[in-house]
C-alpha cells in the first residue's frame, strides 16, 4: 500500500484559489493512478479528479470541469489539485487516493486523512 498526506487546505472566499497536495510514500508512486474524492456534510463521498501514471490523461467530474486541475510530480511523489474560480459548493473534505488502476470509476486501495477546504459566499 501507498501512504497518503493531504496539505493546502484552508477557507477562501468564493471565486478565490487553493491548491491542494498529496505526499505519497510506499509503494513506487509512479506506478498507481492518483486522484482525489471530496465529502460534503451529509452527502456521500463523490469522485473529484484522477490522473494516469504519466501525467497523460484525467478524468473530472462535470462540476469542477474547467476550474479545477489535477497534476502529479512523480519524481517528487506529490500530485496537485489546483482549484479555481472556488464556489461555496465546493466546500469539503478532499481525500487524496491511489488506485492500481486508472479508470473512469476509480477504487481505491489507499486514502489520506483529508484536508478540508471551506469556500465562503
Known amino acids: 500500500q501507498v501512504q497518503l498526506v493531504e496539505s493546502g487546505g484552508g477557507l477562501v472566499q468564493a471565486g478565490g484559489s487553493l491548491r491542494l497536495s498529496c505526499a505519497a510514500s510506499g509503494r513506487p508512486f509512479s506506478s498507481y493512478a492518483m486522484g482525489w474524492f471530496r465529502q460534503a456534510p451529509g452527502k456521500e463521498r463523490e469522485f473529484v479528479a484522477s490522473?494516469?501514471?504519466?501525467?497523460?490523461?484525467?478524468y473530472y467530474v462535470d462540476s469542477v470541469k474547467g476550474r479545477f486541475t489535477i497534476s502529479r510530480d512523480n519524481a517528487k511523489n506529490m500530485v496537485y489539485l489546483q482549484m479555481n474560480s472556488l464556489k461555496p459548493e465546493d466546500t469539503a473534505v478532499y481525500y487524496c487516493?491511489?488506485?492500481?488502476?486508472?479508470?473512469?470509476?476509480?477504487?481505491?486501495?489507499?486514502w489520506g486523512q483529508g484536508a478540508q477546504v471551506t469556500v465562503s459566499s
Open positions: 490522473i494516469n501514471w504519466s501525467n497523460s490523461n484525467v
Open positions: 487516493f491511489a488506485d492500481r488502476v486508472f479508470r473512469q470509476r476509480p477504487v481505491p486501495g489507499s
